[in-house]
């Protein structure tokens, strides 16, 4: 057995846990198919939520063989898909908040920290137009509509009870909240449900155009390359990157930190996503490559061509991966480095940052 290879799959059956392929919503019931891995529980104890209540069906322990070439370490990795349905009665109401909570735990249910594992689905009646397939794949690598919608509800209700856990902070309670690199608006378009004071900036000027256009509750703006945006210092008291930083070369990245640190007022939060453990082994990173990263402490595996229709420099958009010790130390010049919660930024890691004052 590779120590490190297990180490990652232990990471996402740890902290992702499960993860949803579909999730059908018609009048009548809700589905939800997917894979969900137990390194502890027996599968059979496993519990399959809805708004914190079984599901009326679950089929488990279905065949999955494919799961073995990401999670061969796992127990159970060949028998991980699941199916459930929640049939839908006059009464109940799917979308309590805006949103449908799904879950899976073990066999005590879901506590006050299971908020990390569940899933978000808003309510499609109240969904705002929706981004071109081109402009969604910009930003999450395939054109999944789907995804984007699961993956950007998830993030925001995380982040608020996140917020909630650590500070006892709705997200309402901020003043001015940026979502830097907000791409399609896919978190903006659900923070923009929490709090009147959005304000999205990318450097993508047409999914900047896209959102103005569909989410008229948040402003936009299409920023340069590099610093400076035309913020004022201390504009802002809450900021989301959601995975600006994976990438930044480590010369662009301290840039940005140090404007993220000007355009901040002191004590204001910051939720930056990184890559994890948990998502390299649903994309098969090879554990060398994170060795390397553990030793050097940011690693640019190369370019990235998804920006290429929209911005000039072929150089710019990087993959970059981060060690959590280099994060502690270096990103510590400019911030207060509070915790790295694994799988909690969808499949990502949160940096959770307090802004110093010097
Ligand atoms: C992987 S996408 C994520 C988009 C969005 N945060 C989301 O989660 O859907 C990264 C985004 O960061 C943007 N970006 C990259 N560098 C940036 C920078 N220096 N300032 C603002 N946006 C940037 C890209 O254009 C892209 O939209």
Redesign the pocket.
């Known amino acids: 057995m590779n120590i490190h290879f297990a180490d990652i799959q232990l990471a996402t059956a740890r902290h992702l846990r499960w993860m949803p392929d579909a999730v059908v919503v018609t009048d009548e019931e809700i589905t939800v198919s997917g894979w969900a891995l137990s390194i502890w529980d027996d599968p059979a104890r496993q519990r399959f939520l809805i708004n914190g209540a079984d599901f009326d069906q679950v089929d488990r322990s279905l065949p999955s063989p494919d799961l073995l070439d990401f999670f061969g370490h796992i127990p159970n990795a060949a028998t991980s898909r699941f199916f459930c349905r929640h049939r839908r009665t006059g009464r109940d109401e799917l979308f309590p908040d805006g949103f449908v909570r799904l879950n899976v735990t073990g066999p005590f249910g879901e506590h006050r920290l299971s908020y990390r594992t569940a899933w978000y689905l808003a309510d499609p009646a109240r969904e705002p137009a929706m981004p071109s397939p081109d402009q969604i794949e910009?930003?999450?690598g395939s054109a999944n509509l789907p995804s984007f919608r699961l993956g950007?509800a998830t993030?925001v209700k995380h982040y608020e009870h996140l917020l909630h856990e650590r500070f006892d902070r709705p997200i309402a309670s901020f003043r001015s909240i940026l979502?830097?690199?907000?791409?399609?608006g896919?978190?903006s378009r659900y923070l923009s449900l929490l709090s009147p004071a959005v304000t999205g900036?990318?450097?993508?000027a047409d999914?900047i155009a896209c959102c103005r256009d569909s989410l008229p509750g948040a402003r936009f703006l299409a920023?340069d390359?590099m610093p400076p945006t035309p913020f004022a210092d201390c504009s802002f008291d809450l900021v989301i990157?959601?995975?600006?930083l994976?990438?930044?070369d480590e010369a662009?990245q301290d840039a940005?930190l140090e404007e993220l640190w000007r355009i901040t007022q002191p004590e204001a939060l910051l939720l930056l996503s990184v890559q994890g453990l948990p998502q390299m082994a649903l994309y098969r990173t090879p554990p060398a490559l994170y060795l390397e990263t553990h030793e050097t402490g940011i690693l640019d595996v190369g370019a990235n061509a998804q920006?290429q229709a929209?911005i000039d420099d072929a150089e710019y958009?990087r993959n970059v991966m981060h060690s959590p010790d280099y994060i502690m130390t270096r990103w510590a010049r400019w911030f207060d480095v509070l915790d790295i919660i694994p799988g909690t930024a969808g499949t990502q890691d949160v940096v959770l940052l307090r802004r110093r004052a010097d």
């Open positions: 910009r930003v999450i950007g993030i979502d830097w690199g907000c791409g399609a896919r978190l900036i990318d450097i993508d999914n920023v390359l990157g959601l995975s600006v994976t990438h930044l662009v940005w920006l929209v958009y």
